[in-house]
Nanobody, 126 residues
Framework: QVQLVESGGGLVQPGGSLRLSCAASGSIFSINTMGWYRQAPGKQRELVADMTGGGRTNYAGPVKGRFSISRDYDKNTVSLQMNSLKPEDTAVYYC????????????????????WGQGTQVTVSS
């Protein structure tokens, strides 16, 4: 069983900053990509940023230059530093991890499966 637990959401004024963190735990053999998605009311879930096991990063256009993703590979955590926040950044933010569990690895496979956190609300408003 795998759990992704997020923290760090909240209410912030436009131009402010927040830092989201996510810790993955459980029967994990290896993690490939970890990242963050968001879903605003009435919209589809969209990628915000992710980071591969090799350290390659990918950012959505609207957040480039304002958000920064980082990982601690030893602790299986991923963080998202969000600066210069705008009202349009308001959404529920979900942590994502593509990983191989120990059960899958024991069967001789290295298939990654996607896991999600429960989501944390970020509201940008004055």
């Amino acid at each position: 069983q795998v759990q992704l637990v997020e923290s760090g959401g909240g209410l912030v004024q436009p131009g402010g900053s927040l830092r989201l963190s996510c810790a993955a735990s459980g029967s994990i053999f290896s993690i490939n990509t970890m990242g963050w998605y968001r879903q605003a009311p009435g919209k589809q879930r969209e990628l915000v940023a992710d980071m591969t096991g090799g350290g390659r990063t990918n950012y959505a256009g609207p957040v480039k230059g304002r958000f920064s993703i980082s990982r601690d590979y030893d602790k299986n955590t991923v963080s998202l530093q969000m600066n210069s926040l705008k009202p349009e950044d308001t959404a529920v933010y979900y942590c994502q991890a593509d990983l191989t569990t120990t059960t899958v690895q024991a069967m001789g496979s290295s298939t990654n499966f996607r896991y999600w956190g429960q989501g944390t609300q970020v509201t940008v408003s004055s």
